[in-house]
């Protein structure tokens, strides 16, 4: 019913299609109540009761139920790192607008559907040095954090729509928001929305930046509902021939007609790619085509091979993505021995892409399979092949944690060509999705590796680029949700193919990056009551190790002794400077210090200087050299004292015996083999003292670090061994491989449970409950539960003061 209904596209939600049966099942309607009444809607002769149920159904049946209920899900249980945004945004140049812009769709990605922007209202000043076209995407990603908040849509943009009195701001920022607003009601028609968004269509026809955004919300908003009237006020903004208005006009009428196969769109489309001169016109009409015939396999094949004829390589492009959502996760031989065929022989690269991009869609459903065809694909001399077998690898295996994938991204992400390892590192951050460490070290090294690209300022922009989106990618939707063709119950998503085809197009518009949005869906396992409430105390219990499916580790900020100051850049000359001046001091100091021993008579360490190795002379360079070489120790009235001594670089090079701590000193200045530094430090007594000093405080350094050793071994023999299972209390995360190990057992903790679910071999979705005890009060999840804006910081506003009387007379008493 979700799949039929008003909406259009698909069901927002898994299970949703299961969904409003078991609601009504669960719901009992009164059938006592007279079904001509009702169909007639006669008020007074339906109870309150089945006003409420029907309220309910009709809920369901639009999508708004799920829709709330998700958001619900994905605001509790947000996992999203903020230091890690924080460290990706202090490692990147800021005046760089590509990585800035990446940043800002980074986080927009993690944050998806979880309405918490804290980061940006924390950055305000950061995210306003975007601008022109990135400042559009900054402001269309609100709509991806607020993803499904249908309700407050107008509210949350207020600030940036377009204002109906003469004074107007930024059109980018105008037009962000118009998209946003699309996004925030993807999935889900609006009556209301359509005709504000048409309003400003209209008023918007001189700035093309304010209609592309006008078109691609409309668009969105009118996903598949293939609306005529829609369609005639695309058609003219697309014959405005304004390249990047038209564009999205084009976009917007594929998505409208997604899968109609409308022949008058079709011919309209066709003869006006060949019309117009602007490419990105044409590209956005290939693509409209190509979503016309989603799901359509054999009818649309004379339009496949009429574009594939073409001498147009920007309509051959787009004959590709035509095969691929046509033919999408049906693995049909036909279509991918075309594929295969247009990777190697077409003379452009683009449609090279494009082909074998387009493997991906094809082979979704058997995502095992994909790596072996696109192998010798991977190797190509051509880098655009290169780059989409990565990518193709990415869209279909996403969130598998495939080791045949991983194996052949792993040598694309060190290519030569960057935007190869751009894809590469794409399509990786796509097969770890929702991988938690305990699955496999190969995610953290991973991320490792996505922190070096970031911070590594001699890596290419367009790497770095693709190494900060694959991080809003593998934690999107605070790591709640996993990019999927299939519904939990099998059923391809329509929004998801669609998704997955707008944001293979970043190569050339990064705005459509926010569309990766429609192809998210969360992991969640949320239990019911029958008023669609969910209830605090209904928990389930994970047969399988919790590190097996936990969330990522947080990001911990570094400890103060952990802060090593940054090596500064020394040109060699001043350090050859710097390196004669020390020589020269040490060279008189050395003299003095030798002067003034004779005059003391001090005969044994004279003899001790000269019966050193047989009385070798040794030069004063190389007594200069040994002192500078030895850590940890300092000769008096040297300049060498930025040496640190051994036990402060958290070495544990010996175990020093305190009886021998002044021959130790002796011993580690002689390790440079330099009687002249034996000398030195023996015939001064203040040195002799220092020495002990330095040797007693390592030697008890070590002795601690050693016992700290022992007592954090003994605390690990210690530790119980990790539990084999563990209880998830609602609404919880489960994730594809975690549903096999997920039961519901009758008693928790000894106790006997509430609730129990009305289909216990559902373990993903909507679950509705059957209440045991429904006598008592239910401890429900409400609105109110969540704190108010400000509250987090400042604290709740303090009470106001008790009532009291004020009179004149006893004010002029106390004065």
């Known amino acids: 019913a979700a799949e039929g209904g008003e909406a259009g596209a698909e069901a927002a939600v898994p299970a949703a299609a299961e969904a409003p049966a078991a609601a009504a099942a669960e719901m009992q309607v009164d059938a006592s109540a007279d079904p001509a009444a009702a169909a007639e809607g006669d008020a007074d002769d339906m109870s309150a009761e089945d006003k409420e149920h029907l309220t309910q159904l009709r809920k369901i049946l639009t999508g708004r139920a799920s829709i709330e209920l998700h958001m619900e899900f994905l605001y509790r249980n947000n996992r999203s790192d903020l230091l890690l945004l924080e460290v990706i945004k202090n490692s990147l140049d800021q005046k760089n607008s590509i990585t800035h812009n990446g940043t800002v769709m980074a986080h927009g990605l993690m944050q998806c559907g979880t309405t918490s922007d804290v980061f940006l209202r924390k950055n305000l000043e950061w995210l306003a040095k975007a601008t022109n076209w990135a400042k559009f995407s900054a402001t269309a990603s609100l709509g991806v954090i607020h993803k499904g908040h249908i309700k407050e849509s107008k509210s949350i943009l207020s600030t940036y729509l377009p204002s109906g009195g003469g004074q107007r701001g930024s059109p980018y920022s105008e037009g962000g928001a118009l998209y946003a607003m699309g996004i925030i009601h993807a999935n889900h028609f609006d009556l209301e929305t359509k005709n504000y968004l048409l309003e400003q269509l209209h008023n918007a026809q001189s700035t093309e930046v304010l209609s592309h955004g006008a078109c691609l919300g409309i668009g969105l908003v009118c996903m598949a509902t293939a609306d005529e009237s829609i369609y005639e006020e695309l058609k003219q903004t697309l014959y405005t021939d304004t390249a990047v208005a038209g564009e999205a006009a084009a976009y917007a009428i594929g998505l409208v007609m997604v899968g109609s196969a409308n022949e008058k769109v079709i011919g309209e489309l066709l003869a006006y790619a060949h019309d117009t001169q602007h490419e990105k016109i044409i590209r956005g009409c290939a693509l409209a085509l190509a979503m016309t015939m989603f799901r359509r396999e054999e009818e ?45 022989s077409d003379v452009s690269d683009d449609v090279r892409r494009a082909a074998v991009m387009s493997l991906g869609f094809v082979l979704c459903n058997v995502p095992d399979q994909l790596p072996s065809v696109v192998k010798l694909l991977s190797e190509s001399y051509n880098p655009h092949v290169r780059y989409a077998a990565a990518m193709a690898v990415g869209i279909a295996c996403a969130g598998t944690a495939q080791l045949e994938a991983h194996n052949l991204l792993q040598p694309l992400m060190s290519d030569g060509t960057d935007f190869v390892r751009q894809g590469a590192i794409i399509a990786m951050g796509l097969l770890y999705m929702q991988t938690s460490p305990g699955k496999t070290d190969r995610v953290k090294a991973f991320r490792e590796k996505l922190l070096k690209v970031i911070s590594d300022k001699h890596e290419d922009v367009m790497t770095r680029f693709g190494a900060v989106l694959a991080n809003g990618i593998m934690d999107a939707g605070g790591r709640n949700v996993c990019a999927s063709f299939f519904s939990n119950s099998g059923v391809l998503r329509p929004g998801a193919a669609i998704g997955f085809c707008l944001f293979a197009q970043m190569w050339y518009w990064f705005p459509l990056i926010h569309m990766f949005s429609l192809v998210l869906t969360p992991n969640a396992l949320i239990g019911l009551t029958d008023k669609l409430k969910i209830p605090k105390n209904f928990s389930l219990k994970s047969k399988a190790r919790p590190a097996l499916f936990a969330y990522p580790e947080p990001m911990q900020p570094p400890k103060k002794e952990e802060q090593v100051k940054a090596a ?20 008189s100091e050395l003299k003095k210090a030798t002067a003034a021993d004779v005059d003391m008579d001090d005969k044994a360490s004279a003899a001790e200087v000269t019966s050193v190795k047989g009385g070798d002379a040794v030069s004063v360079a190389g007594t200069a050299a040994s002192v500078a070489a030895t850590p940890g120790t300092t000769v008096v009235g040297s300049v060498a004292t930025e040496s640190v001594a051994a036990s402060d670089l958290g070495s544990e090079h010996m175990e020093v015996d305190e009886s021998a701590a002044a021959s130790s000193s002796a011993a580690a200045g002689a390790a440079a083999t330099s009687p002249a530094a034996a000398a030195a430090s023996s015939s001064s007594p203040a040195a002799a003292k220092a020495g002990e000093e330095k040797a007693t405080d390592s030697g008890a350094a070590a002795g601690e670090k050693k016992d700290e050793k022992k007592d954090g071994e003994a605390e690990k023999k210690e530790e119980k061994p990790e539990p084999t299972e563990e209880i998830l209390n609602n609404p919880c995360r489960v994730l594809k491989a975690q549903q096999q190990f997920i039961s519901f057992p009758s008693e928790i903790d000894s106790q006997p449970v509430r609730y129990t679910p009305l289909l216990r071999e559902r373990h993903v979705g909507f679950l509705l409950l059957t209440d045991n005890r429904p006598d008592e009060a239910e401890d429900l999840f409400l609105e109110d539960d969540k704190p108010a804006g400000g509250e987090d910081e400042e604290g709740k506003e303090p009470e106001p003061p008790a009532p009291f009387d004020w009179s004149e007379a006893e004010d002029g008493a106390a004065a």
């Open 568 to 587: 500064t850049a020394v040109l060699s000359t001043a350090a050859k400077a710097k390196a004669l001046k020390e020589k020269k001091e040490k060279e």
């Open 300 to 344: 649309a094949d004379s339009l496949i091979q009429q574009m594939l004829l073409d001498k147009d390589p920007i309509l051959r492009y787009g004959a590709c993505f035509c095969i691929a959502l046509a033919y999408v996760g049906t693995s049909q031989n036909t279509a991918i021995r075309k594929l295969l065929h247009i990777s190697v």
